[in-house]
């Protein structure tokens, strides 16, 4: 199983960045999918997860209303648009899947975990 996020970089505090990552090896449809980030001398947190079909999503307060999870099960990918950011949102954010099909805030409901990708907001 892999997971291959991309889509990090540089951006200035306000702007949009659109994260993406592509999964392979396994059945992309049973699982549910999430991001998480890891900032600098913390732990990872949550950030935001979907459910197999996409009918549901649950995101964490510090990102609610500026970021969308999306997921295109034809493609077996899973996208988070982050609008209006903060340097704080500044960190390496991964993709994982659990297993199951619904979604989960919890890091140990994930399976599979991707590399990570660097978001970094500017003031």
């Known amino acids: 199983v892999q997971l291959q996020a991309s889509g990090g970089g540089l951006v200035q505090a306000g702007g949009s960045l659109r994260l993406s990552c592509a999964a392979s090896g396994l059945t992309f449809s049973t699982y549910a999918l999430g991001w998480f980030r890891q900032a600098p001398g913390k732990e990872r947190e949550f950030v935001a997860a979907?459910?197999?079909?996409?009918?549901?999503?649950y995101y964490a307060d510090s990102v609610k209303d500026r970021f969308t999870i999306s997921r295109d099960n034809a493609k077996n990918t899973v996208s988070l648009r982050m609008n209006s950011l903060k340097p704080e949102d500044t960190a390496v954010y991964y993709c994982?899947?659990?297993?199951?099909?619904?979604?989960?805030?919890?890091?140990?409901?994930?399976?599979?975990w991707g590399q990570g990708t660097l978001v970094t907001v500017s003031s």
């Open positions: 994982a899947a659990s297993y199951g099909g619904w979604w989960s805030a919890r890091l140990d409901d994930y399976n599979y």
């Open positions: 979907i459910n197999w079909s996409g009918s549901s999503t």
